[in-house]
């Protein structure tokens, strides 16, 4: 089996600030994705990456970049935090041409101060 | 744009009992809908629990049932008796066959009494 590591865990802002965040996968997957979960919300995809140096926009880009350097990473950049902002970005990766069979990081949890 | 929407939580229900989380999806943009249930335990991350890609099928996983109702654009996630392990979050989803973007609902979070 596999694993998606994010990091951090926890990750703690201020406003304006630029923060990244990290996805490894050891699947060997050509597919990565970025989603946000907001409370009361379901997943939103921020970024999804087909291959190594891929990167396609989902429904929420604005305001982040993504990085696909390799195809066992993907990182994502929230280019300026907003004050209050506060989600759980969740890093996940597949296969290929979707079976819906996506696996997810344990998620990395936003505050800006 | 295309969407899901499943019962709002928590649901508390006590073991043994019987359970169903509605899911119902608008794909107004997707000619062959596929959909999906996905679980996320305590500490874990999110995993697919089941997956339907035909109208008309029903798929199963853990004691889970859940039947693609083209008709009634809808895909119920059923268990005839739960118990406390499957306290957890369940989101509905729905994709694009052969692609690669998932819509998810807003999850429902199942808690079990013992």
């Known amino acids: 089996g596999g694993i998606i590591t994010q990091t951090p865990k926890f990750l703690i802002g201020q406003e304006g600030q630029k923060l990244t965040l990290k996805c490894q996968q050891n699947?060997?997957?050509?597919?990565m994705y970025w989603y946000r979960q907001d409370s009361g919300k379901g997943l939103r995809l921020i970024y999804y990456?087909?291959?190594?140096?891929?990167?396609q926009k989902g429904d929420l880009s604005e305001g982040y970049d993504a990085s696909r350097e390799k195809k066992s990473s993907f990182s994502l950049t929230v280019t300026s935090a907003q004050k209050n902002e506060m989600a759980v970005f969740l890093c996940?990766?597949?296969?290929?041409?979707?079976?819906?069979?996506?696996?997810f990081g344990e998620g990395s949890k936003l505050t800006v101060l | 744009g295309d969407s899901v929407t499943q019962t709002e939580g928590p649901v508390t229900v006590s073991e043994s009992e019987s359970l169903i989380i509605n899911c119902t999806y608008s794909?107004?943009?997707?000619?062959?809908?596929?959909l999906f249930w996905y679980v996320r335990y305590p500490g874990e991350g999110l995993q697919l629990l089941l997956k339907?890609?035909?109208?008309?099928q029903k798929g199963s996983s853990r004691g889970f049932e859940a039947t693609y109702n083209k008709e009634t654009t809808s895909f119920h996630l059923q268990k005839a008796s739960v118990q406390e392990s499957d306290s957890a979050v369940y989101y509905c989803?729905?994709?694009?066959?052969?692609?690669?973007?998932?819509?998810f609902g807003t999850g429902t979070s199942l808690l079990v009494d013992p």
């Open positions: 990456s087909i291959t190594e140096n891929d990167l």
């Open positions: 996940a990766s597949s296969g290929g041409k979707h079976t819906g069979q996506l696996y």
């Open positions: 339907v890609i035909t109208a008309g």
């Open positions: 989803a729905l994709g694009e066959n052969m692609g690669y973007k998932l819509t």
């Open positions: 699947f060997n997957h050509d597919t």
């Open positions: 794909a107004t943009s997707i000619a062959y809908p596929n």
